[in-house]
């Protein structure tokens, strides 16, 4: 919403993104995801949630990003380039590599100090030992 093409778009985004804000620091528990249901008769993709129903719930991705910038952005007409967003691999060997450590974790020890702890041991092992 916030690099729509129309201004009352972008602002209507804007305006969720400072809500959703605003919520989250009200928040006292740990937030469950619901996924939102879908409102397939619509015209615009704006119109597929049914905002008054679900709870918002800020980005992390716009975390690094102050009110400011934000407004800055989606008055420039802000394209996704001008965003900036973090980098993040998304199916590759890295992310494979990280799930069977992560299995393989959870196989041999229990709960969640140990194995964040194997999975911190494992990864300085292997930093260490020369490559061939």
Not at 11 to 18: A, Y
Not at 31 to 52: C, D, L, V
Not at 80 to 103: G, I, S
Request: charged share 25%; net charge positive; with cysteine.
């Amino acid at each position: 919403m916030t690099v729509d093409k129309r201004d009352h778009i972008r602002e209507l985004g804007f305006r969720r993104i400072i809500k959703a804000r605003n919520l989250a620091s009200k928040r006292k528990s740990i937030r469950s995801f619901q996924p939102p249901k879908i409102n397939f008769p619509a015209t615009y993709y704006i119109e597929m949630n049914h905002w008054n129903t679900i709870t918002l719930s800020p980005s992390p991705l716009l975390r690094k990003f102050s009110n400011q910038e934000i407004w800055s952005i989606v008055q420039s007409v802000g394209t996704a380039d001008e965003w900036n967003f973090d980098k993040f691999p998304c199916h590759t060997q890295a992310v494979e590599r990280f799930l069977k450590l992560v299995t393989e974790a959870s196989q041999k020890v229990m709960g969640s100090n140990s194995r964040d702890g194997f999975i911190r041991t494992t990864l300085l092992s292997r930093s260490s030992m020369p490559s061939f």
